[in-house]
């Protein structure tokens, strides 16, 4: 592992791994406890979502709100998951729709995108995130985001991708004992 690497605890690049393609295709309710083990290990490795307890998981996967969703796949394991949600009311959305002028019913959330630890800097989370962007404007929407300021990898990824940043948010959750501020940055997708 380069200096690097190994003071930012990335792993390095192999090239092993990167000739291993995963499909991406749509989530079925088949995938659900796979994609929940999967996301357990994530939170272990990143505390992703920032502000849940493992056992809130469940909870936080499954959303009403849930458009479409996409799972990566490789020798028959889940190893990747994206999903858009097109809640009528969210803050991220609020933020996006005012810096656009765009109606939050012409925008639709990328959401709950998580990748296996171990594929990493291989370009699968960038080819979720480009999977579900192309599938917001066949509703009729623009896809928007919201990730953690203190998350730099995640902010340079959007940003390479050509996503705006539309603005801040902190979102103060105050049902948490003790209340948890999230501090988020919010992007647009590029234009279609």
Known sequence: ?????????????????????PVIREKTDDDTAACLDLLTRVHARDGYPL????GDLPAFFRSDHERAAWV???DGEIVGHVA??????????????EATGLPVGGLAL????FVAP?????????ALVRHATARAPVWGRRAV???GRSLPAAVALYESEGWLRA????????????PILLELRVYVSPQP
């Open 51 to 54: 502000h849940l307890a493992p």
């Open 167 to 178: 603005g801040d948010l902190d979102l103060h959750l105050d049902d948490f004992d003790p």
């Open 1 to 21: 592992m380069g200096n690097t690497d190994a003071l930012l605890g990335r792993r390095p690049y192999d090239p092993a791994v990167r000739t291993a393609t």
């Open 84 to 97: 858009l949600h097109c809640p009528p009311e969210d803050p991220t959305l609020t933020v996006a729709a």
């Open 118 to 126: 171990e594929l990493r800097r291989t370009g699968l989370g960038r």
């Open 145 to 147: 985001l919201d990730v």
């Open 110 to 113: 990328l959401a709950r995108l």
């Open 72 to 74: 990566a796949e490789r």
